[in-house]
């Protein structure tokens, strides 16, 4: 029997039936079936060489906690060992580590964008970049995904009517949602045209594009004018997020950006962890062939069924459209042993819920043909992009 809710509480019981009535309300489901669906792109987050390098430092007395802000006593030698390496490792001066993806943009976007600033997002960067956005002192406009004319008429537009300040542009080099990559090089030629600087969220490349997985900004690390994101919870199989940058902006958010501040360091265990993942990127550079060679499969696969996908990564979207049909579909596929999970607005625009189907090293061949055969069936015959 359901509680009867009190006034305390009314108003969020009816926005949560709101939202059940319109097939949006989620839920904690616990990962069961062939993984279809993490962004453990590697398999580096059970890798026994991750596995044996935190251990290794439990047994020589890394702490599992910091104990404080990095200003504080919470600046550990893995933390500086990591940042230092890190920076090596992607071609930049300088490294910041962060808890996380959503913490790192949103504490750039609060901290080094000043007043009197334009920011000028792509329409389909992560939520963690619009609320930084939103909570920032720069004004903003929104550009059309990966058009690069609009951004630059953005550019003008602004400049036009008054604006003298600084220019940001705020992209995602792969996206998360649609698996499709950004214009890297002409939003760079942009970015220099207009004294801008270019932010650039690696979330899902880092690990797996690029040389050596270093993302697909490595051939421009090290401008002056360019600050990437390396998130280490996806392909790096660990967590936090690695921001380099110039010294001087590596500085400046040490001196003044508060979330990094006024939070406990992450774990030093981590720093561990992302360092061994940045080692085995390097020394076993065959995990990177076998997830493009597992790419380029599934995607002949999506065209022999007669199928198409708009993505030419390892985010392969499978668009429904309408909620309902997008979670009964999920489940369908779910009951048939694959991990495959829905996505709906908010996290998608209105009118294109999905299947967000993840290609990981957790999966081989065989699972992919299984995987589509039961889409195949389920769908009978309905395409990757309607």
């Known amino acids: 029997m359901r509680p009867i809710h009190t006034a305390k509480v009314a108003h969020y019981a009816a926005a949560l039936q709101a939202l059940s009535e319109d097939n949006r309300l989620r839920g904690l489901k616990a990962s069961a079936g062939v993984d279809f669906t993490s962004n453990d792109y590697l398999a580096l987050a059970s890798a026994p060489r991750m596995k044996k390098a935190v251990s290794a430092a439990l047994h020589t007395g890394t702490p599992i906690g910091a104990g404080g802000s990095r200003l ?123 004294d801008a600087f270019l932010m650039v969220d690696e979330a899902h490349a880092t690990g797996v594009y690029g040389e050596g997985g270093r993302g697909l900004t490595a051939p421009y690390e090290g401008r002056e004018n360019l600050l990437v994101v390396h998130t280490c919870g996806k392909a790096l199989g660990a967590a936090g997020a690695l921001v380099t940058a110039s010294g001087v902006l590596r500085d400046f958010m040490v001196n003044r950006c508060r979330p990094f501040i006024f939070a406990t360091a992450p774990s030093p265990l981590m720093a561990v962890a992302v360092r061994e993942a940045l080692l085995i990127l390097q020394e076993e550079p065959e995990r990177q062939q076998r997830l493009a060679n597992l790419v380029a499969f599934v995607h002949r696969e999506i065209g022999v069924r007669g199928l198409r996908s708009p993505s030419d990564s390892q985010i392969v979207p499978y668009i429904v459209g309408d909620n309902g049909r997008a979670m009964r579909l999920a489940s369908a596929l779910q009951a048939c042993g694959f991990d495959i999970r829905g996505i709906r607005p908010p996290t998608v625009p209105a009118g294109t819920a999905r299947l967000r189907i993840s290609l990981t090293l957790n999966v081989g061949e065989d699972d992919v043909r299984a995987m589509l055969d039961a889409l195949s069936e389920e769908t009978r015959g309905e395409t990757f992009d309607e």
């Not at 500086?80 to 943009?105: D, M």
């Not at 003008?156 to 995602?172: K, P």
Request: proline letters at 2%; one cysteine or more; charged letters at 25%.
């Open 72 to 194: 504080l006593r919470g600046n550990c030698e893995e933390h500086e060992r990591l940042e230092a390496e890190a920076a090596q490792f992607f071609g930049a001066e300088t490294a910041l580590f962060f808890g996380g993806g959503y913490v790192a943009n949103f504490a750039i976007l609060t901290t080094l964008p000043q007043r009197g600033d334009l920011l000028v997002l792509d329409s389909l960067v992560h939520a963690s970049i619009h609320e930084g956005a939103r909570a920032g002192r720069a004004d903003f406009r929104i550009s059309a995904h990966n058009d690069p004319e609009s951004v630059e008429s953005t550019i003008r537009d602004w400049r036009a009517n008054g604006g003298t300040g600084r220019i940001w542009i705020v992209i995602e080099s792969l996206y998360s949602m649609d698996g499709d990559f950004a214009p890297v090089k002409e939003l760079v030629a942009i970015a220099d045209r207009h």
